[in-house]
């Protein structure tokens, strides 16, 4: 894995001082600690950070490619590249490197934009054409590697996060409004947008070209569900594909001149990826990598040893206290250029740290829940379906019921669950589904800011555009297969792969994601959701595959997740931080924040007479986030 940067002086003034480029390259050292390069050309400045995994001696990058004016700055792993390769060379290439970044630059000079087809990984790039004086920028399918870009004056700027983008001295930072509804919404910012005016997030599976001032962009995949009857039914032959396919999109990311490792969260994901790695390799040379809490509801680990046992791997485990997670919290926030509020951040930072110890390269089970239907969410879905149609004194009872459940502070209690469920259930199955998974929807933001007057800020259809407009994309396809697309264009890319990806690249560490591959990717759109979904029991098919070959305490025991206790941490160790980062004349001299609102969630929750640690966590972030990069 790497970190690109660059920008391009649309006025054609030659970039004469390389001290911005440089400014911008090192802020991302963290996800190239390796090696560093530099292309400057005329107007176009290119940057790079290089951490080495395939072809430790020639990787060196900017590339240059030697017959023609093309140029590439590159980040991630493109795992078919031997098979591209060999093509290439029998088209008449030759190469002067073993690396896939060369392979990825002939490719494009060979086939233009429509490369990104053929490639099957995760990267996102940069590529200078001096034929025709254009930027090319893409990103992968899923969005695993990240790529920003704006225009600020006359002067086009990309990188492969926002600090270095923030490191050109042309970026103003001036907080976009609507962005901040989103990420109280969402708890992250939904692509294209960010956090500040005038920069975007390329959308995964897109390409950008920049060409005579003018910004052009294009989808060139998109997951795709088949509609015309022709999809897997058959339980058997399906299982058998399942095992086969996901068995080699491991394989092909075994291939590293690195050790490598897996995380183990005990899960069916990570337990599906080890198992597949037992089969490939000597189990012993398996190094897997798990972390768990003191706090009970919250702890895993004793699910991942089980599978460690299970296939003799060699397993590493670490115990987190909240003192050592709090401890890594400034480190935390250093990592999130944006608000980003999924507080499993922190353990999967640590994890990642642990990992980095021993190994330089870790798969994941990350696309699993997306692909294959394993969130609670998607049972709330189908439970809605039902409620929708329950008589009024039905819906009356239920309301009745979830106020007389006390609040709890353990993981996903049924306090929760139900709260959250009902307060979702009067609105669009596209913005419930956001209000399930978010912190604070239209309403509640109504009493959070201090400034309510503009209707368009607090209005559902703009707050959950993104949403709504993904799941009406494609009209043919039943709800369920809406509500997993959903979550593949914007929980995937915009929470779990950038939590990930930030977490990882912090330590240096890359991370793979089998479920992820282009053709697991194909066989799971051609499986009906009454195959990954059977009545309330999540990721059938993959659970069935799965049994026999991985212990049924594993396949049976119920969806966890990989959260963190900030809850209990608001009425303890984080309480004194928290009271003072919200201290009424900090909130009142900012005048954002309506300060009599969130201190009525502050003492429900230390009280206990609710549980809002999920919506302080929000606040929280936030609020750490502007001390940081706009206060200053």
Not at 591 to 600: A, H, Q, R, V, W
């Amino acid at each position: 894995m790497c970190g690109i940067c660059g920008y391009v002086n649309l006025d054609k003034r030659p970039v004469s001082d390389d001290n911005i480029l440089r400014k911008m390259t090192s802020a991302l050292i963290h996800r190239g600690p390796d090696d560093e390069g530099f292309f400057i050309k005329d107007n176009v400045a290119l940057g790079h950070r290089r951490l080495s995994i395939i072809d430790l001696e020639k990787g060196h990058q900017p590339i240059c490619d030697e017959t023609s004016p093309l140029c590439i700055v590159y980040n991630g792993e493109v795992y078919n590249f031997p098979e591209l390769k060999t093509e290439l060379i029998n088209k008449g290439n030759v190469f002067s490197t073993h690396s896939d970044t060369e392979v990825v630059l002939k490719c494009y000079r060979q086939w233009g934009p429509d490369c990104l087809n053929r490639f099957n990984g995760m990267f996102a790039l940069a590529i200078w054409d001096g034929r025709d004086k254009t930027l090319f920028l893409a990103r992968d399918r899923f969005g695993k590697k990240p790529l920003y870009f704006g225009t600020f004056g006359r002067t086009f700027i990309f990188g492969s996060e926002l600090k270095s983008v923030f490191s050109h001295p042309e970026v103003i930072m001036d907080v976009d409004r609507m962005s901040l509804g989103k990420y109280f919404a969402y708890d992250y910012i939904p692509s294209p947008r960010t956090i500040i005016k005038g920069i975007a997030k390329l959308e995964p599976g897109h390409w950008l070209v920049l060409k005579n001032g003018e910004v052009k962009k294009k989808r060139y995949w998109d997951f795709r569900f088949e509609i015309d009857g022709s999809k897997k039914t058959d339980l058997a032959v399906t299982k058998k594909m399942l095992l086969e396919t996901l068995r080699e999109s491991v394989r092909k990311r075994l291939i590293s001149d690195v050790p490598l490792g897996v995380f183990l969260s005990g899960g069916i994901d990570s337990s599906a990826v080890v198992a597949m790695m037992a089969g490939l390799m000597d189990p012993q040379d398996i190094k897997t990598f798990s972390i768990g809490f003191k706090e009970r509801s919250y702890n895993e680990a004793p699910s991942a040893s089980l599978i460690a046992r299970k296939f003799r791997t060699d397993h590493h485990e670490k115990i987190l206290s909240a003192e050592m997670m709090l401890d890594a919290l400034p480190g935390i926030i250093d990592i999130i250029d944006e608000p980003f509020a999924d507080s499993s951040i922190i353990p999967t930072y640590m994890v990642s740290q642990f990992t980095r110890e021993t190994v330089k390269v870790a798969l994941g089970g990350d696309g699993g829940d997306e692909l294959f239907m394993g969130y609670p969410s998607f049972i709330a879905h189908r439970i809605a379906a039902l409620y929708d149609r329950a008589p009024s004194a039905a819906k009356r009872a239920v309301r009745l019921f979830s106020n007389r459940v006390p609040g709890k502070a353990h993981y996903m209690s049924l306090n929760f669950k139900l709260k959250r469920f009902l307060k979702g259930a009067s609105f669009s199955e596209a913005e419930r589904h956001q209000i399930w998974i978010g912190s604070f929807y239209p309403p509640e933001q109504r009493l959070l800011f201090r400034d309510a007057s503009d209707e368009a800020l607090f209005d559902p259809h703009n707050i959950y555009d993104e949403s709504s407009a993904y799941f009406n994309r494609y009209p043919g396809i039943s709800n369920m297969d809406k509500v997993e697309y959903l979550y593949i264009k914007t929980y995937l890319p915009d929470d779990i792969l950038t939590k990930v990806d930030r977490a990882s690249m912090a330590v240096s560490l890359e991370v793979r994601a089998p479920f992820l591959d282009k053709e697991i990717a194909d066989f799971a759109a051609a499986i009906p959701n009454s195959l990954k979904m059977r009545g309330f029991r999540t990721k059938h098919i993959l659970k069935e595959a799965l049994r026999g070959i991985v212990p049924n305490a594993t396949i049976d025991k119920p969806k966890h997740g990989f959260a963190a206790p900030v809850g209990a941490w608001f009425r303890k160790e984080l309480k004194e931080l928290l009271l003072d980062t919200f201290r009424k004349d900090v909130i009142e001299k900012d005048g954002l924040f309506n300060y009599e609102y969130i201190d009525s969630l502050f003492k429900d929750h230390f009280s206990g007479r609710a549980e809002y640690g999920r919506n302080i966590w929000s606040l929280f972030i936030y609020q750490m986030w502007y001390n940081k990069w706009i206060r200053i």
